[in-house]
């Protein structure tokens, strides 16, 4: 007997062999060129915006976060981010689920083992079964055969599903890159504003003394150092104003990067801005490259494809080959064996479903379909956000310039106005007028400034940069 059983004992061993080569090749199949597609026909070929800044200093930043004097780079403050932020945290468990759903996938190739047993005392006699105690013991052993390929196509939509939580989780933290940029540039220019409204104080206080002197030499009346009293309260309120929203935003970065809100921190300055020219055909390449929706989108086509793949192969049998043991101690041997070993070829085989299965991979293939669509309309969305972000980018460039130009005339006029009132007869509605003028300028040249590094931060999610 033990010779006959040795054939297939090797055919046991080849079946679960096999199996563990497939499981490298699982993947191997999914390449595509989709990320390649240029989609410049919406723009020409070798447009070139005009230029605008880029600030590679922080792109070329080393360091990893805070040091030890609290001061944090924009690139520090990224991988802090990526590290500690809540929502990527969040994302991050979603992909490590993936791990075991793809170990559960590839322990499915593995053999089944089956143990049935009872013992009893049997008080009613018979030839087979005396009355005496006796015991039944019933052990299988399968190894799945043609259902190799259907695990290895539902390992794939496993795969399918981690490229998926993968690419969401790349977009979570694009998204959050940009979001912590502009937290970032806004700290910086709110204090650049607390400093232009102390600099206002700085005039303020330095004309308060002028009038003040002149009305006890009785050439000025009590109201203008009222006025000018009145305008210092102003940009003392504008100060505290300025303080507060700071603290705030302070308290909006420190949740970004995921750290207790009350962290102080010393920021670097915004570099000195560089003019770099930018390739509208090529930021459309990089953006259809990167992009992670993209990616989920194409990955999301290919598991319905293989979904429905799944649903068709339940119409191959299940075939396994196994052996089987049968225990039978404490029955009447002369009658039936004490043991039997049976190996085999077992088959399971639903023949007729109604239909079933066509009807769900039919669904499946207009979900596939659909897939399909919502991917080239993910394409066509990352273009248009790109060349938003891009008009963004210009056109705030743009503004920045003006309202340069306009501060720098403001500064001055009330540098000049000051100096006329302080040394010959001009009026103090000339100056408190100049005084006016400065503050909005320098309100439109915060806000310029927050909307041109908005739009940078912006632009470079728009490409699938995060750093």
């Not at 595509?32 to 922080?58: F, M």
């Not at 809540?86 to 322990?107: N, P, Y």
């Not at 085989?349 to 009807?359: L, P, Q």
């Not at 394409?379 to 920045?400: G, K, M, P, W, Y």
Request: aromatic share 8%; glycine share 4%; proline share 3%.
């Amino acid at each position: 007997m033990i010779k006959s059983l040795r054939p297939i004992s090797i055919l046991l061993c080849l079946v679960f062999l096999f199996p563990s080569v497939q499981v490298l090749g699982d993947t191997s199949e999914i390449t595509t060129d989709l990320y390649t597609q240029s989609g410049t026909q919406l723009r020409a070929k070798n447009q070139i915006l005009e230029p605008v800044t880029i600030d590679e200093k922080y792109l070329d930043s080393k360091i990893s976060g805070d040091n030890t004097k609290g001061a944090i780079t924009l690139n520090g403050a990224i991988e802090k981010a990526i590290i500690s932020n809540k929502d990527i945290k969040g994302a991050g468990l979603e992909v490590t689920r993936f791990k075991w759903d793809t170990l559960a996938s590839k322990v499915a190739r593995l053999p089944t083992f089956r143990a049935i047993g009872y013992l009893s005392e049997n008080t009613i006699g018979s030839v087979i079964a005396p009355s005496r105690p006796n015991a039944f013991f019933f052990l299988a052993a399968f190894v799945p055969v043609t259902q190799q390929y259907r695990i290895g196509l539902q390992a794939r939509v496993v795969n399918l599903a981690k490229e998926i939580a993968d690419a969401r989780l790349r977009e979570k933290v694009n998204d959050i890159s940009a979001k912590v940029k502009e937290a970032y540039y806004r700290l910086v220019l709110d204090r650049s504003l607390l400093d232009d409204t102390r600099d206002s104080i700085r005039y303020l206080n330095e004309l308060k003394t002028v009038v003040a002197g002149q009305v006890k030499h009785g050439d000025a009346l009590k109201y203008e150092e009222m006025q000018v009293a009145a305008r210092l309260a102003k940009a003392q309120y504008d100060e505290t104003k300025a303080q507060n929203t700071y603290s705030v935003d302070l308290e909006k970065f420190n949740q970004l990067l995921g750290r207790d809100l009350r962290t102080t921190i010393e920021l670097e300055s915004i570099p000195p801005q560089d003019d770099v020219e930018i390739n509208v055909a090529q930021a459309e390449r990089t953006a259809l490259a990167r992009r992670p929706e993209i990616r989920a989108a194409e990955a999301r086509v290919r598991q319905l494809n293989y979904e429905k793949k799944v649903l068709l192969s339940e119409y191959i049998p299940n075939v396994s080959v196994g052996m089987i043991y049968l225990g039978l101690p404490g029955f009447n041997n002369s009658i039936v064996p004490r043991n039997a070993v049976a190996p085999g070829i077992f088959m399971n085989w639903t023949a007729f479903d109604w239909g079933r299965k066509i009807a769900l991979a039919k669904g499946r293939n207009k979900e596939e379909q659909n897939a399909i669509l919502a991917a080239d309309t993910t394409r066509e969305d990352v273009l248009i956000d790109l060349h938003t972000q891009l008009n963004r980018l210009h056109e705030s460039r743009q503004l920045i310039s003006a309202a340069q130009l306009a501060r720098n005339a403001s500064r001055e006029e009330m540098r000049v106005s000051l100096n006329r009132y302080k040394y010959t007869d001009a009026k103090l509605s000339d100056v408190l007028q100049a005084q006016t003028g400065l503050a909005d300028a320098n309100n439109n040249y915060h806000e310029a400034l927050i909307a041109f590094w908005s739009a940078k931060a912006q632009f470079e999610r728009a490409i699938g940069s995060n750093m």
